[in-house]
């Protein structure tokens, strides 16, 4: 084999004096980077393998171990970045298309960190929540322009099915297969827990988990997999998957030696054999076959569930999100191009898709102008990273958020962005059941709970401070927000004045 | 009583359980120090049985009827009539390792640098067993009466 | 310095309202009494009042109150009204001079009745066929402003303390059956008239004090039904959505009382199954239309008034009731100035309306149950 370019992207500094051969660290990685050394009767490192997941960091009980970035670095150039000459070595070493997981991590202004919140001052009494009530729960799913009730105060309306939130917060799709059976397992007690749903991606639903029905929107996506009679009407609400922020235009692939017995049968698949999810639906060329599958999904339940559609943020996402909500849909979920994903293409996830913030007050103003939006509900995600992100994207227009990544994160996730590897070291993006152990489902659902709540506080906090008690008075109400350092078109878009306007 | 169990289905193989153990028996119950400083560490007093994905560590189960103390020669290995809890009187331990043979669970381990047995004794000087406090996936669990599933 | 409508003015302020359910009618003079009671409530940058009943002659017409900034305005205004209206008598509203009213525009009322062609080639009912026709002038007329649009009842506001604005109108000349009265702490000097309250559109008159923290969140909700919100005050997004909901929607008072101050969830859930479906079915379709923030406001619709607070309460507001007489007011004294021996006082709950109607052959009760007495 001829010589790689390739150098280091981490270094690991072990502090000698505190290491005591212990083998932790060994055991623990995945990528082989710690080995014990007889002959020198010390831990010796590869840095070669290093991804920078720090688990070896957190787990070596007397702190001898530091992951730094490697100090090596090229002649300083501004447009040849260490990025830029590393991916072309890696590709000309093989051939092939760069992959990458998680989300967008390219320097891109992140508008939410543009906009700030209002508070009451005098004129308004600011709410404290730990005396005055203060309510956060949301209904997801079509809504009647208007009620009908008879004399005696019964309703006529016939109500369309609705998805009801203790907090607008939603764990986004990641499928069984892209993240572990124990990760699923935390995420749906979780869902439960909080009173909110999950999302069980692509990949089916494991038969444990039928149990979760109520807290479960499944997904139907191109690859179709796991899709059956029971697998619809098991879930609170169907999602069809159109597209995902971090590979607009992009199916998917589960490599073969992925999907174990247990995932394919859950997936419907042959084990060992790759699962492809198509680019596009096959049956879904245009809006019209959209409608057809919206209700044929709404005839397969009768009429029960929820049906929505996801689709990634890209340049006209105002107008399709219309045709969508024209098609029928109960909500409609954006995922903005800083969404996260177990497997990309680089280029793809780096370049190709626009800001939530964006696509969410775009598609807010388009539906109001249309005189629709209170008939659909909006979800936003795509890198929704605290409290505050929520309430600028409800303010925005949204009616709840999806979160995902910052899931992961809670549950142990270091953003090493090393998830189409499977070798997960977390045991969130893996499927070896060595490494799948390592996530303890009832650690992880807790660890999920305390987010989501300690979440919903802050957003109580900020909501008094505006003087709102129910989130419902925030939606679309964009007053409450102010831009900073942005342009008057950024601001226009965004429907949003300057901070002192 | 309580006893340690383990959740074998998120041990995640680690073996920290068997550094505090050592580190909980040794003289200055510090890591670093009981690596570094002590000639001679101590023996653990837990076994640690891997067959990968398979993993857990095993400990004495401190059985009511414990073969171990009836067939100790010298009256070493005593059952604490109170507690419970089974031990090993090292100063009358002579190592004949008739304990190791008998044990059922072979949780038994033979120091052989002072010739005596070593098991576990729960860390009975400081109220919660060490390997159970430092487990950080929570396989470890000190409960009465198990853990259920 | 933009003018109201171009920029948002929270402000703090007086209300008051009175109302003989056997529909006698009564002078100007009883109302401006009460508001005047409440002076310290307002810092002389609006005042105004709504009077029920007060047009008798022309009660199957539109009476149409009109601000204009100059008589191209009003001529441009004129040209409209008179193309889609039969225009039964229009003059300037009678004022005299008061010390403190200043700056007045040309104040002219108009009574009138869509053109029976126009109404049919529009295919809208009379009533749908006025809002147009408001919403026409307010946003497409610069210098006009219709601030009252209702039958048989009129609006009368200034910038100035409402008793100068009462004396400016000749309000004690008027008789009505109910009157609404308004006095504004504005938080900068617009100087324009048609920013002070009430706000009406057709018979619905709102007086209200607060500052709705839901502003933007209520005000998209009325623009995807077709309303559009020149002013940018709280008080006109507040008589849209009685307006949707009373007229447009037909829900019963209570149950429009309960959309903009809805129920706690924690309530919905004590409630019976029935009630509980009702309920969170309202606040499912109605979420946006709940006015949160602080606030107390009458509404006045014709047949009577709905007096509400937000729903926990957070600006006064206080009832009493003497035979026939109700009276609403954002302070006890402004209630007792007029009536020395009131039967009962009572502050209404947070969220739970005192509505007076009109009494009719199928009278019902339909005080605030839930009430704390003074």
Request: net charge neutral; proline share 5%; hydrophobic share 40%.
């Amino acid at each position: 084999m001829s010589l790689s370019y390739l150098t280091p992207e981490f270094k690991v500094l072990r502090d000698y004096d505190k290491c005591i051969n212990c083998k932790v660290c060994m055991r623990q990685c995945s990528f082989e980077v710690h080995s014990y050394d007889e002959d020198l009767d010390k831990m010796v490192s590869n840095d070669m393998n290093c991804v920078n997941c720090q688990r070896c960091v957190l787990l070596c009980p007397t702190q001898a171990l530091t992951i730094i970035k490697h100090p090596q670095t090229f002649k300083e150039h501004a447009n040849w970045t260490y990025d830029a000459i590393r991916d072309i070595y890696r590709q000309a070493e093989t051939g092939g298309v760069l992959l990458s997981s998680m989300g967008n991590d390219r320097p891109y202004p992140v508008y939410w960190d543009k906009m700030v919140i209002n508070a009451s001052q005098v004129t308004n009494p600011s709410i404290d929540p730990l005396r005055e009530p203060m309510e956060l729960r949301v209904y997801l799913g079509r809504k009647p322009d208007r009620i009908e009730i008879d004399e005696n105060l019964n309703v006529k309306t016939k109500m369309p099915p609705q998805l009801k939130l203790e907090t607008p917060i939603m764990f986004s799709a990641m499928s069984y297969g892209s993240i572990s059976y124990n990760a699923h397992a935390a995420l749906a007690r979780a869902a439960e827990e909080l009173g909110i749903l999950y999302n069980t991606g692509e990949g089916g639903l494991h038969k444990d988990f039928r149990k979760y029905g109520k807290n479960t929107i499944v997904q139907v996506a191109s690859g179709r997999f796991g899709v059956d009679r029971e697998y619809l009407n098991t879930a609170a609400a169907i999602e069809i998957k159109i597209g995902q922020g971090a590979k607009p235009g992009i199916g998917g692939h589960l490599p073969g030696e992925k999907v174990s017995e247990d995932i394919s049968a859950t997936r419907m698949i042959p084990s060992g054999s790759d699962a492809i999810s198509p680019a596009p639906h096959h049956d879904i060329y245009s809006i019209e076959d959209l409608a057809q599958l919206i209700y044929s999904l709404k005839e397969a339940t009768d009429y029960q569930k929820p049906v929505g559609v996801k689709i990634a943020a890209v340049n006209n996402v105002a107008a399709i999100a219309s045709g969508i909500a024209r098609a029928g849909a109960d909500y409609i979920a954006i995922d903005g191009f800083r969404g996260g994903t177990g497997a990309a293409p680089k280029r793809i996830r780096d370049n190709v898709g626009i800001p939530i913030e964006f696509a969410i007050a775009a598609v807010d103003a388009r539906l109001r102008s249309e005189g629709i939006r209170h008939t659909v509900s909006l979800v936003a995600a795509g890198s929704i990273r605290n409290s505050a992100d929520i309430v600028k994207a409800i303010a925005l227009g949204a009616d709840a958020v999806y979160i995902a990544t910052a899931a992961l994160i809670a549950l142990g996730c270091h953003m090493c962005q090393k998830c189409h590897t499977g070798k997960c070291n977390w045991g969130i993006a893996t499927q070896d059941p060595n490494l799948v152990k390592r996530l303890n489902p009832e650690i992880g659902y807790k660890r999920l709970v305390n987010l989501v709540q300690a979440w919903s506080h802050e957003i109580k906090e900020m909501l008094g401070g505006m003087g709102i008690n129910d989130i419902e008075s925030l939606k679309g109400n964009r007053l409450m927000l102010r831009g900073i350092g942005m342009t008057q078109k950024e601001l226009d878009i965004l429907g949003i004045l300057a901070a002192g306007e | 009583m309580k006893k340690v169990y383990v959740k074998e289905e998120v041990c995640v193989g680690c073996r920290l359980c068997e550094v505090y153990c050592i580190t909980s028996h040794s003289k200055y119950k510090d890591v670093l120090k009981a690596y570094k400083l002590e000639p001679q560490r101590p023996t653990p007093r837990i076994v640690i049985e891997e067959n990968r994905p398979v993993s857990f560590s095993l400990q004495c189960r401190h059985c009511d009827d414990a073969p171990c103390v009836k067939s100790c020669i010298t009256g070493a290995m005593r059952k604490d009539p109170l507690t419970g809890v089974v031990t090993c009187d090292t100063d009358k331990c002579v190592g004949c390792w008739t304990c190791v043979l008998v044990c059922e669970f072979g949780a038994i381990i033979r120091d052989v640098n002072n010739k005596v047995a070593s098991k576990c004794d729960l860390c009975a000087e400081a109220g919660e067993p060490a390997c159970v406090k430092n487990c950080p996936n929570e396989a470890l669990v000190y409960s009465e009466g198990g853990i259920s599933v | 310095m933009l003018k109201e409508g171009y920029v948002r003015i929270p402000s703090g302020c007086a209300i008051s309202g009175i109302i003989d359910r056997t529909g006698r009618l009564f002078s100007g003079q009883s109302i401006t009494d009460s508001i005047a009671t409440m002076h310290d409530r307002s810092n002389g940058l609006g005042g105004g009042f709504a009077a029920y009943g007060i047009y008798p002659d022309f009660k199957d017409y539109f009476a149409f109150h009109m601000f204009y900034d100059d008589l191209i305005a009003k001529q441009e205004t004129e040209n409209i009204l008179k193309a889609d209206y039969i225009v039964a008598l229009e003059e300037k509203i009678p004022t005299r001079k008061t010390a403190h009213i200043k700056n007045a525009p040309l104040i002219y009322r108009y009574f009138a009745i869509p053109k029976p062609e126009k109404l049919k080639l529009s295919e809208l009912d009379e009533n749908e066929f006025t809002i147009k026709f408001v919403f026409n002038i307010n946003s497409n007329i610069p210098g006009a402003y219709v601030f009252s649009s209702g039958k048989n009842m009129g609006v009368f506001k200034a910038v100035g303390y409402p008793e100068d604005v009462a004396n400016f109108y000749k309000l004690e000349s008027y008789k009505g059956y109910m009157w609404l009265a308004h006095g504004r702490f504005p938080t900068n000097t617009p100087g324009w008239w048609g920013g002070a309250h009430p706000f009406n559109l057709l018979n619905i008159s709102v007086v209200h004090n607060g500052e709705l923290s839901s502003y933007d969140t209520n005000r998209k909700y009325l623009e995807e039904f077709g309303y559009i919100c020149t002013l940018q005050t709280d008080t006109e997004v507040a008589a849209y959505i009685f307006d949707l909901l009373l007229r447009k929607h037909g829900l019963p008072i209570e149950l429009a009382c309960k959309v903009v101050a809805s129920p706690l969830w924690k309530q919905v859930e004590r409630m019976s199954p029935k009630e509980k479906f009702l309920y969170t079915n309202l606040k499912v379709i109605y979420g946006r239309a709940l006015l949160n923030g602080p606030f107390s406001m009458i509404i006045a619709y014709g047949d009577g008034f709905i007096a509400i607070n937000d729903r926990i309460k957070l600006r006064p507001l206080t009832a009493a009731k003497k035979g026939d007489m109700i009276y609403v007011a954002s302070e006890e004294s402004a209630i007792r100035q007029i009536c020395k021996n009131p039967e009962s006082v009572w502050i209404p709950r947070g969220g739970e309306p005192v509505i007076a109607e009109l009494i009719r052959d199928n009278e019902k009760e339909m005080y605030s149950t839930k009430e704390v007495t003074a």
